[in-house]
């Protein structure tokens, strides 16, 4: 026997915090930093082994376990603040006359956990032999990465010299990388040999994987680079940008194989594993320019707020099984089952935002303002499920199962927003919003069990396969929002809210068994069924907009609006299944075969202006245009194949009888609405007023199923084959445009 436990915890607070300061820099930078890097390695392995090949005792029991254990936690929260402060920097003329706050963040784990029990036993009478395994990781990365100036005044030394060509001005950054890489293996082997009695041998392999950046009980890592309740005067440029970037990769393995042998009795085998993976990244990223009171102003040359997220799980895992029994002039039992099971989880919210901040004035513009929010998350997913199940005696019994289940799932907000505000700038203003998430998922289950004996034969084998994939769900929608509300914008250049949404499933599903039945001088009985079942949907909002209830002017050379949604979905499913069924007293075979698959794409994409004043005369800049241009587009492809196959062959001198049925079911639909609209707006336009909104989708759907069965014999045979395919597709989008 042999156990291993590991255990690691990292836990700390870094904090930098300027508080209630009056500071006057004359020639230096401001350089205020939060730094934190955590790693853990561990390496856990638990190895048993039981061992007595020396058949000189009537009956040999062995027991072999082995067991590992890791659980790995960093909890780190970095800050860096300047609270209540007052700060003036070096006048412009100087290449330091520059303000950095910055909160770094980076945890990372390595696990390997590895468990291997060996059982090996031999008798000259009775003979068992036992094996098991099992190996589990538990990894979390939790903390806030923060960088902030609250409450504060930030203006600048005076001067009449020329402006610096360095890079000067005010910049708030907070980015966080969480990397968990966990490789999980348990692998058992039993062997019992018995020469004139019963041998007997179970193996059993258990893997399990949780990992974890974010979602502690619920809530997620705050990752925020953000200016609060402060006010800002100063030539340069003022930025805010807050970037997360996660990953997990998961490795879980379980593999058992299980043997017994008797010359002259009952031989067993029994042979089981399980693989389970669970992994959630859980993040809020929001990079802002925010008040709760009103009259706080910033001005800069250019301002720059942007979040941005990065998250990914690739995640792998593996059961596989095999028993095996011999047995020269009695019975043989073996059976054999295999499960992989994945669940995947990226919920991250990315906020960028200007709320209840005024930006530059009316006779102190600030240059381009940009506001951007960046998502794109990525689930990688396989899960592979194998089982064999062999036996020969006089009389032989196999049993074989493999199920594979993979889940993933993406949701969140990504929302770019000037809100409660008013805008002043001397070149463009841009508020955009993407999201470009995907989901990959392979499941693959594959099952056979041999039975061969001179008396008779039994063999038994299913397998089974699932995926089930969203990005949003109905009662959860994915978000992708730009906005302007209850704000003014007063832009001597160009003015563009855009939202973009690139959603994309691709998942691929297959199930194969197999049962094949020999008897020398019995009946051979074969019966093997596999199920596949492919689930994929996609919901989301994507909207672009300016709603101002109290009338505030938008203001420039131009205006566009723009939501765009594609969302694609392509999947396969496939089920395979023969049985085979011979004995020269008779034989049946019985097979069944289903592939099933369900795919949704329900968007709604909206691009509209509400409730304002929307000026586009001649803002005196070169090439004005004075046009609006208010469009949403939605391109929504499903693309499905379901396809079942089912072989039955049954021959016996005593007769045959071979049944086989297979059934191909995908019922696709695609709804939402699309528009584009002017509602209670008053606008004054120099060019082309344009309002457009466009639903373009497709759905290709294959299915087929094919069933073959054939019986023979002296006494006569019959064949019974039944198949069917069923698809249905509804595309029901609508799409609107009024002003």
Same mark, same amino acid.
């Given at each position: 026997m042999g156990v291993t436990y590991a255990e690691n915890n990292i836990e700390s607070d870094i904090d930098a915090v300027i508080s209630n300061a009056d500071i006057d820099i004359a020639t230096g930078k401001v350089r205020h930093q939060a730094n934190s890097d955590a790693n853990i390695l561990s390496v856990a392995i638990g190895a048993g082994v039981s061992k007595d090949t020396s058949p000189n005792f009537d009956t040999s029991v062995g027991l072999s376990v082995a067991a590992a254990v890791s659980y790995n936690n960093v909890r780190m929260n970095t800050r860096s603040k300047v609270i209540d402060s007052t700060i003036t920097l070096p006048s412009h003329d100087l290449d330091t006359a520059r303000m950095d706050v910055k909160a770094h963040n980076e945890s990372d784990i390595i696990a390997v956990v590895v468990a291997p029990s060996i059982g090996l036993q031999s008798g000259s009478n009775t003979t068992i032999t036992l094996s098991g395994s099992g190996a589990s990781v538990s990894n979390e990365v939790y903390g806030d990465t923060i960088a902030q100036i609250d409450g504060s005044t930030i203006d600048q030394a005076t001067t009449v010299n020329a402006k610096s060509d360095a890079e000067n001005g005010v910049f708030v950054k907070a980015d966080a990388d969480g990397d968990i890489s966990a490789t999980v293996v348990s692998a058992s082997i039993a062997w019992a040999g018995a020469t004139s009695g019963t041998g007997v041998s179970g193996g059993i392999g258990v893997s399990l994987a949780e990992n974890y950046i974010g979602d502690d009980n619920g809530t997620a890592n705050a990752i925020s680079a953000i200016i609060t309740d402060s006010s800002i005067d100063i030539s340069g440029d003022v930025d805010t940008y807050a970037e997360s970037k996660q990953e997990i990769t998961a490795n879980v393995i379980a593999a058992s194989v299980a043997i017994g042998t008797s010359t002259d009795g009952v031989a067993v085998g029994l042979s089981g594993v399980g693989s389970d993976a669970k992994n959630s990244i859980m993040i809020d990223t929001t990079s802002g320019i925010t008040a709760v009171e009103a009259n706080h102003v910033v001005k800069a040359d250019n301002i720059s707020v942007e979040a941005k997220d990065t998250s990914s799980i690739t995640s792998a895992v593996v059961g596989a099984s095999i028993a095996g029994t011999f047995s020269a002039s009695s019975g043989s039992v073996a059976l054999s089952i295999g499960v992989a099971l994945a669940e995947n989880d990226i919920d991250n919210d990315t906020v960028a935002l200007i709320d209840n901040v005024d930006i530059g004035a009316s006779d102190d513009r600030a240059g381009d303002i940009s506001v951007i929010a960046t998502t794109n998350a990525t689930i990688t997913a396989t899960s592979v499920a194998t089982s064999f199940a062999l036996g020969w005696g006089a009389g032989s019994i196999t049993v074989s199962g493999a199920g594979a289940n993979a889940v993933n799932s993406i949701t969140g907000e990504t929302k770019a927003s000037i809100a409660n505000s008013q805008a002043y700038s001397s070149g463009n203003v841009t508020v955009t919003a993407t999201n470009t998430s995907k989901v990959n998922a392979e499941v693959a289950a594959v099952s056979i069990a041999g039975a061969g004996g001179t008396d008779g034969g039994l063999g038994v084998s299913v397998g089974g396969a699932e995926t089930k994939n969203n990005i949003g769900t109905s009662g959860n929608r994915l978000g992708v929002t730009a906005s302007v509300i209850d704000s003014g914008i007063d832009a001597t250049g160009d003015i563009s809210v855009t939202s973009t949404a690139d959603l994309d499933i691709d998942a691929g599903v297959g199930a194969g068994s197999a049962a094949i039945a020999a008897a020398g001088g019995g009946v051979g009985i074969a019966a093997s069924g596999s199920g596949a079942g492919g689930y994929n949907e996609i919901y989301s909002n994507v909207d672009a907009y300016i709603d101002n209830n109290s009338n505030q002017t938008i203001k420039g050379s131009s205006l566009t609006l723009n939501a765009r949604n594609i969302s694609d979905i392509d999947a396969d499913v496939g089920a395979?299944?023969? /049985?085979? +069924?011979?004995?020269?007293?008779?034989? #049946?075979?019985?097979?069944?075969? *289903? /592939?099933? #698959?369900?795919?949704? *794409? !329900?968007? @709604?994409?909206?691009?509209?202006?509400?409730?304002? /004043?929307?000026?586009?005369?001649?803002? +005196?800049?070169?090439?004005?245009? +004075? %046009?609006?241009?208010? !469009? %949403?587009?939605?391109?929504?492809?499903? @693309?499905?194949? =379901?396809? %079942? /196959? =089912?072989?039955? *062959? #049954?021959?016996? =001198?005593?007769?045959?009888? %071979? *049944? =086989?049925?297979?059934?191909a079911n995908s019922m696709n639909s695609i709804g939402g609405d699309t528009l584009a609209y002017l509602d209670g707006a008053d606008v004054v336009s120099a060019g082309n007023v344009s309002v457009d909104a466009e639903n373009i989708s497709d759905i290709s759907a294959t299915v087929a199923s094919v069933s073959v069965s054939g019986g023979g014999g002296s006494g006569g045979g019959v064949g019974v084959s039944i198949g069917a395919s069923v698809s249905e597709m509804r595309s029901a989008p609508r799409v609107i445009t009024f002003e």
């Open positions: 395979a299944t023969i /049985a085979a +069924g011979f004995g020269s007293g008779g034989a #049946a075979a019985i097979t069944v075969g *289903v /592939a099933l #698959a369900r795919n949704d *794409v !329900d968007n @709604n994409t909206r691009a509209y202006v509400a409730g304002a /004043a929307v000026d586009l005369g001649n803002t +005196g800049a070169p090439g004005a245009t +004075g %046009a609006l241009d208010i !469009d %949403a587009s939605t391109d929504n492809t499903i @693309n499905s194949l =379901s396809v %079942a /196959a =089912s072989l039955g *062959v #049954a021959f016996g =001198s005593g007769g045959g009888i %071979a *049944v =086989s049925g297979a059934g």
